[in-house]
């Protein structure tokens, strides 16, 4: 696989789904058995971050998703979709 250069890097990024990535924490979440306002208290976000998270707008670093994960019990992978395939990247 050839080396990801800045530039591609950046084009992988500006192309990629966030509302892929909201739609695979709505499912986690869910099948977890919690409310967004579980998940934002005990990861310690702003509930508003979240909702927005899941509504697909604006862009989380991987901490917050590693938070995220942490408290639905997943890895980060299943929450880093790619929008096209649906496959984990």
Known sequence: MPEE???TAA???AQYDFAELG???VR???AAGMTI????ESAGLPEPLLDDLERGQGD????VLH??????GVGVGVLIVSGESGQQL
């Open 5 to 7: 250069t800045p530039k």
């Open 11 to 13: 084009h992988h990024a």
């Open 23 to 25: 739609r695979a924490v």
């Open 28 to 30: 986690a979440r869910e």
């Open 37 to 40: 306002s579980d998940v934002a």
């Open 60 to 63: 989380v670093d991987l901490e």
């Open 67 to 72: 938070a995220i994960a942490h408290v639905l």
